[in-house]
């Protein structure tokens, strides 16, 4: 399910609606479907109003619920997308949304504008869509059980870290501006990714970009992206790039980070070969983003 059910739900509710919707969230922790009799209690509303809220919700495509051993009820990811975007509306980081800019095996990112008119991007972070083997391979999950509303909130929460640590260091990322829950809202992401074009123009050029950026991320700011490639580039109209997608940074004393670091520049290299037939030894590569030597090319 993409965010555009709770984008399109969001418009409809009521604040009694979002009690409703943070009691059963907040129960979640206790109860894998929270009892109607809780929510009741703890909403503060009585069972005729709490039955009618939880019809709606569940019409809203917002909770899921059971009906036996007893009748409860559940967040799922449209509800939880509500109560981030309620935040973030509040905190005055949101004001609308506009057409999905794109929707991928973990996340959903829309154009937004914050109540000042600018654009931004809001990315709903989604782990649940690949499956739990394929998540700890990539991220390290070994927890049995996954809550993977959790497990999409710390996604956000380290995503957003990572912007901040090497936004201000001149790297180019989107600015960080809010991060509630599974939800980021940061500066506009404007171009394609460069997996999606059919010609890259003037590659040496666009190459160096990356590479430049790669070093500062790892000489400024101490970080490894550690999920580089030609998917999370994007290259901008005005033909600067951005590196987006930094969930899975490490810093440099993680014991992986080398390794990381090497593979990171091994993808953009593989794929500069393979797209513009333009060759750069590995080495001469990762000499330059240690800042072992000066320039590239």
Request: charged share 30%.
């Amino acid at each position: 399910m993409s965010a555009e059910t709770a984008v399109k739900a969001f418009r409809k509710l009521e604040n009694e609606d979002i009690r409703v919707l943070q009691v059963i969230e907040s129960a979640m922790s206790k109860h894998e479907f929270v009892p109607k009799e809780v929510i009741a209690k703890f909403a503060g509303y009585n069972m005729n109003e709490t039955v009618f809220r939880l019809n709606k919700l569940t019409k809203l495509h917002l909770i899921r619920h059971t009906q036996t051993p007893y009748v409860g009820y559940t967040l799922n990811y449209a509800g939880y997308d509500c109560l981030a975007i309620n935040a973030l509306v509040k905190a005055n980081a949101l004001e609308s949304f506009g057409k999905p800019l794109g929707v991928g095996k973990e996340a959903d990112v829309y154009d937004a504008l914050n109540p000042k008119g600018e654009r931004i991007a809001v990315k709903f972070h989604r782990l649940g869509r690949i499956s739990f083997r394929q998540t700890i391979r990539k991220r390290g999950y070994t927890i049995k059980k996954t809550n993977w509303l959790y497990q999409s909130k710390l996604a956000a929460e380290k995503e957003f870290k990572a912007l901040k640590l090497v936004y201000p260091k001149g790297v180019a990322v989107p600015k960080p501006i809010k991060q509630n829950r599974h939800v980021l809202a940061m500066g506009m992401i404007e171009g394609a990714e460069l997996a999606e074009l059919k010609e890259i123009p003037e590659p040496r050029k666009i190459l160096k970009k990356i590479l430049l950026n790669v070093r500062k991320t790892y000489l400024k700011a101490g970080v490894v992206h550690a999920d580089l490639s030609e998917y999370n580039v994007i290259l901008k109209p005005d033909l600067n790039v951005l590196i987006i997608d930094w969930p899975q940074y490490v810093t440099k004393e993680h014991p992986n980070a080398e390794q990381l670091l090497t593979r990171d520049v091994k993808n953009i290299l593989t794929f500069f070969r393979r797209k513009c037939k333009l060759k750069l030894k590995l080495e001469d590569a990762l000499a330059y983003v240690r800042g072992e030597l000066k320039t590239i090319f």
